[in-house]
C-alpha cells in the first residue's frame, strides 16, 4: 500500500511538470509560421532549432550574432523583457557581438 501512495505521488508530480518550449517556439513574429522560423534559424546560423542551450553555453558570442540576425528579421525572444534584445540581457551586453557596432 506503502508503494501504491508513494507511485501515485511521483505520477501526479511528474503529470504537472511542463516540457521546456522548443527553441523555435520563442521566437516570435507576426503572421510567420513554425516552418519558417526554424528556416530563419538555421539561416542566422542556429545549428538545432530545437534546443539552443549547447550552442549559448559553448558558443556564447555566435549564439548573440544568430541571435541578432533573427531580431534583423523581425523576431523577437519571448524570454527577453522589453524591447532592448539580445544586447540588452546583463549576461551578454558584454559579448563581441554586442560591442561592435
Known amino acids: 500500500m506503502k508503494k501504491l501512495i508513494i507511485l501515485a505521488n511521483v505520477l501526479l508530480m511528474t503529470g504537472c511538470l511542463h516540457a521546456p518550449p522548443e527553441a523555435y517556439e520563442i521566437y516570435h513574429r507576426h503572421h510567420i509560421n513554425d516552418k519558417q522560423t526554424k528556416e530563419d534559424m538555421k539561416a542566422c546560423g542556429f545549428p538545432d ?53
Open 49 to 101: 532549432v530545437c534546443n539552443t542551450d549547447y550552442y549559448f553555453v559553448h558558443y556564447e558570442n555566435d549564439y548573440v550574432i544568430s541571435s541578432l540576425c533573427m531580431e534583423q528579421k523581425g523576431c523577437r525572444d519571448k524570454a527577453i523583457r522589453g524591447r532592448g534584445g539580445i544586447c540588452s540581457v546583463n549576461l551578454l551586453k558584454n559579448t563581441e557581438a554586442c560591442r561592435t557596432p
